[in-house]
T-cell receptor, first 115, second 109 residues
Framework: GAVVSQHPSWVICKSGTSVKIECRSL??????MFWYRQFPKQSLMLMAT?????????EQGVEKDKFLINHASLTLSTLTVTSAHPEDSSFYIC???????????FGPGTRLTVT | RKEVEQDPGPFNVPEGATVAFNCTYS??????FFWYRQDCRKEPKLLMS???SGNEDGRFTAQLNRASQYISLLIRDSKLSDSATYLC??????????FGAGTRLFVKA
């Protein structure tokens, strides 16, 4: 099946710094990618929908200036957590829709810890 | 009310037991339904789709009741390797997919 990779798989950063997470579709082109966040023992919450060549669509309550999304090519979307704070520590997962559209190919996730 | 609700568990069962998970959803216009499995610190993986007619895949049986907006997953003859969190997932159209918080299962020898 389709493969989506994420990098890094885990990252520890200091409060106030920025962290970039990459999501790549390895064997297919993805004009759309999704970014999720998952806190411990909670569900995956959609943060934003990333669209190749245009602005991302953010879910209500997600700060677009804090979580910068860039989908510059058909195989790469990036999420940058700017001025990270400890409350941003979470598991960030990207996915790309398959065929049919409701089938999603998930990346392995990135565990972010902000100290 | 959450859009997709699940009993968080945990369910602690012995090997060989039968265990059932329930899920309810609030949007009556929801189109497709799924169970995903998520291991600790890993991404979710599709376990099976759920149909009104019910569907079975080996030891796993899923059922959908649209009138009650209720989804179930039955696991028979539980194995140690079944220990995971099971996510109820509802697709409501377009790109909108809602994940339940998951039900944790621990299968013990």
């Amino acid at each position: 099946g389709a493969v989506v990779s994420q990098h890094p798989s885990w990252v520890i950063c200091k409060s106030g710094t920025s962290v970039k997470i990459e999501c790549r579709s390895l064997d297919f082109q993805a004009t759309t990618m999704f970014w999720y966040r998952q806190f411990p023992k909670q569900s995956l919450m959609l943060m934003a929908t990333s669209n190749e060549g245009s602005k991302a669509t953010y879910e209500q309550g997600v700060e677009k200036d804090k979580f910068l999304i860039n989908h510059a090519s058909l195989t790469l979307s990036t999420l940058t957590v700017t001025s990270a704070h400890p409350e941003d520590s979470s598991f960030y997962i990207c996915s790309a829709p398959g065929t049919p559209i409701y089938e999603q190919y998930f990346g392995p996730g990135t565990r972010l810890t902000v100290t | 009310r959450k859009e997709v609700e699940q009993d968080p568990g945990p369910f602690n069962v012995p090997e060989g037991a039968t265990v059932a998970f329930n899920c309810t959803y609030s949007n009556s216009a929801s189109q497709s339904f799924f169970w995903y499995r998520q291991d600790c610190r890993k991404e979710p993986k599709l376990l099976m789709s759920v149909y009104s007619s019910g569907n079975e895949d080996g030891r796993f049986t899923a059922q959908l009741n649209r009138a009650s907006q209720y989804i179930s997953l039955l696991i028979r003859d539980s194995k140690l390797s079944d220990s995971a969190t099971y996510l109820c997932v509802v697709y409501t159209g377009g790109f909108k997919t809602i994940f339940g918080a998951g039900t944790r299962l621990f299968v013990k020898a």
